[in-house]
């Protein structure tokens, strides 16, 4: 498929959410009169993270700015019509606004979870401590037995559908103006500390002024096709969904817990998950389930926290990637400090779908006024990556 242009003055490589958020709001601001080209290798996103995630989003974090991030992206979930809408017409966004359950099994979890309900609270975040009596009334199906507290959001927190977003984003990106070509990007031209073009694998070289690297799990490989690096690597994350004899009465949200193994409703199912207690770099074409994960760690330590999981079967699973950042689980966001206008959003580990609005939005401020003009998302630049400075946030799944 041929680029309406050779020259464009931003080329973003990815188009799923963080690529497409990324159009949108550079396609939004007034003050951007410049093109736009994203190049998406896969239009059907059968294999990006964002068609493969759990779609959820919470307030629960430890770090202020990823609270705001996330509030922010519920506003935009919210108003989704209304900030989408091309023609009248929307993706049905599907939101189930429903609180994560964090829950504390000693006393230093205790400790954390007050320490974090203090900066969600500052941020002005509704979320609410619970004690183990406070538990069982609030969730008649949990097994309180070993717990010492719990976290949960009363609103603003849930889950929504991956690809309404993404395709939220593209189709009102395209309508506003922004070229969208089905094509692999496989080499990036630099001049010096510039980046110039990138050449795609249907042999189309496109110069750009401004290139993003939206690229997902690939975004290391991207980056050394301009001679940078990033520390990114593509992570397994296998979902199970499992259908259960006796439902759960009483609110269900994502429920997490001490062991690291979660669940939410799907539909009248339960999507389950654990972060691998191995959990080496893969090959970014293996998508095979790990299915002894279900059965030797996600089961055994669901049944005891609710019991009518005693009585479950996996009626569907499948894999993902996390684009794992290793230095700190968080994206890397903005200019290579030397070759500036490469731009990063990378390395976005668990969370990058509901971070989208935010982080899009940031890096077309970045791109139209050199600088961030409503969130300061400045902690996540690369310097840190430079510095060998971890971003540090509690919350990570
Ligand atoms: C199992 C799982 C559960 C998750 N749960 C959540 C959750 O509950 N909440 C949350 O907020 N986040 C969650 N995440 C994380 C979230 O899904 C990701 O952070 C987010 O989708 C990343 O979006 P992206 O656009 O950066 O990457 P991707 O969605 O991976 O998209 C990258 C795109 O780049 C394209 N591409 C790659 N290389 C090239 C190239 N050379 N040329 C052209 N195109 C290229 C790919 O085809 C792909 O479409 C989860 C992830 C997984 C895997």
Same mark, same amino acid.
């Given at each position: 498929? &041929?680029?309406?242009?050779?020259?464009?003055?931003?080329?973003?490589?990815?188009? %799923?959410?963080?690529?497409?958020?990324?159009? #949108?709001?550079?396609?939004?601001?007034?003050?951007?009169?410049?093109?736009?080209?994203?190049?998406? =290798?896969?239009? *059907?996103?059968?294999?990006?993270?964002?068609?493969?995630?759990? @779609?959820?989003? +919470?307030? &629960?974090?430890?770090?202020?700015?990823?609270?705001?991030? @996330?509030?922010?992206?519920? !506003?935009?979930?919210?108003?989704?019509?209304?900030?989408?809408?091309?023609?009248?017409?929307?993706?049905?966004?599907?939101?189930?606004?429903?609180?994560?359950?964090?829950?504390?099994?000693?006393?230093?979890?205790?400790?954390?979870?007050? %320490?974090?309900?203090?900066?969600?609270?500052?941020?002005? %975040?509704?979320?609410?401590? /619970?004690?183990?009596?406070?538990?069982?009334?609030?969730?008649?199906? /949990?097994?309180?037995?070993?717990?010492?507290?719990?976290?949960?959001?009363?609103?603003?927190?849930?889950?929504?559908?991956?690809? $309404?977003?993404?395709?939220?984003?593209?189709?009102?990106?395209?309508?506003?103006?922004?070229? #969208?070509?089905?094509?692999?990007?496989?080499?990036?031209?630099? %001049?010096?500390? +510039?980046?110039?073009?990138?050449?795609? =694998?249907?042999? &189309?070289?496109?110069?750009?002024?401004?290139?993003?690297?939206?690229?997902?799990?690939?975004?290391?490989?991207?980056?050394?096709?301009?001679?940078? !690096?990033?520390?990114?690597?593509?992570?397994?994350? *296998?979902?199970?969904?499992?259908?259960?004899?006796?439902?759960?009465?009483?609110?269900?949200?994502?429920?997490?817990?001490? *062991?690291?193994?979660?669940? +939410?409703?799907?539909?009248?199912?339960?999507?389950?998950?654990?972060?691998? +207690?191995?959990?080496?770099?893969?090959?970014? !074409?293996?998508? $095979?389930?790990?299915?002894?994960?279900?059965?030797?760690?996600?089961?055994?330590?669901?049944?005891?926290?609710?019991?009518?999981?005693?009585?479950? =079967?996996?009626?569907?699973?499948?894999?993902?990637?996390?684009? #794992?950042?290793? /230095?700190?689980?968080?994206?890397?966001?903005?200019?290579?400090?030397?070759?500036?206008?490469?731009?990063?959003?990378?390395?976005?580990?668990?969370?990058?779908?509901?971070?989208?609005?935010?982080?899009?939005?940031?890096?077309?401020?970045?791109?139209?006024?050199?600088?961030?003009?409503?969130?300061?998302?400045?902690?996540?630049?690369?310097?840190?990556?430079?510095?060998?400075?971890?971003?540090?946030? &509690?919350?990570?799944?």
């Amino acid at each position: 498929m &041929q680029a309406p242009r050779t020259s464009y003055d931003v080329v973003i490589v990815g188009g %799923a959410v963080i690529g497409s958020a990324t159009a #949108y709001f550079l396609a939004l601001d007034p003050d951007f009169t410049g093109s736009v080209l994203v190049i998406e =290798k896969d239009w *059907s996103y059968a294999r990006s993270a964002t068609a493969l995630s759990s @779609s959820s989003i +919470r307030h &629960q974090f430890s770090n202020p700015i990823n609270v705001k991030i @996330s509030q922010f992206g519920t !506003d935009f979930i919210r108003r989704f019509r209304e900030n989408v809408a091309v023609d009248g017409d929307v993706p049905e966004i599907g939101f189930h606004e429903n609180g994560y359950l964090f829950l504390a099994g000693d006393e230093r979890g205790a400790g954390v979870l007050r %320490a974090n309900h203090e900066t969600q609270v500052a941020c002005g %975040a509704e979320v609410s401590l /619970l004690a183990p009596e406070a538990l069982a009334r609030r969730f008649p199906w /949990l097994n309180t037995d070993g717990l010492t507290l719990g976290s949960t959001g009363e609103r603003g927190e849930g889950w929504f559908d991956s690809s $309404a977003l993404l395709q939220g984003f593209r189709r009102k990106a395209r309508a506003l103006g922004v070229d #969208y070509i089905e094509d692999e990007v496989v080499a990036v031209g630099r %001049a010096g500390d +510039r980046i110039v073009s990138v050449t795609t =694998k249907g042999g &189309q070289t496109i110069a750009c002024d401004v290139l993003v690297n939206a690229s997902g799990t690939n975004g290391r490989h991207v980056a050394r096709m301009a001679g940078l !690096d990033i520390p990114v690597e593509p992570r397994r994350r *296998s979902l199970f969904v499992v259908d259960c004899r006796t439902p759960l009465e009483g609110p269900v949200g994502l429920t997490i817990d001490p *062991s690291g193994v979660f669940f +939410r409703p799907e539909g009248r199912f339960y999507l389950m998950g654990t972060a691998p +207690r191995h959990d080496p770099a893969v090959d970014p !074409d293996d998508f $095979a389930v790990m299915h002894d994960e279900f059965e030797e760690e996600i089961w055994p330590a669901l049944a005891h926290r609710v019991p009518a999981f005693e009585a479950i =079967k996996v009626v569907n699973a499948w894999a993902g990637h996390y684009d #794992y950042c290793t /230095l700190d689980h968080n994206v890397i966001l903005g200019p290579h400090g030397v070759v500036k206008n490469f731009l990063f959003a990378n390395g976005f580990s668990g969370h990058g779908l509901q971070q989208s609005p935010a982080m899009g939005r940031g890096l077309a401020e970045l791109i139209v006024h050199g600088g961030f003009r409503t969130l300061d998302l400045s902690s996540f630049g690369h310097e840190r990556v430079v510095a060998g400075r971890p971003f540090l946030e &509690q919350a990570v799944i």
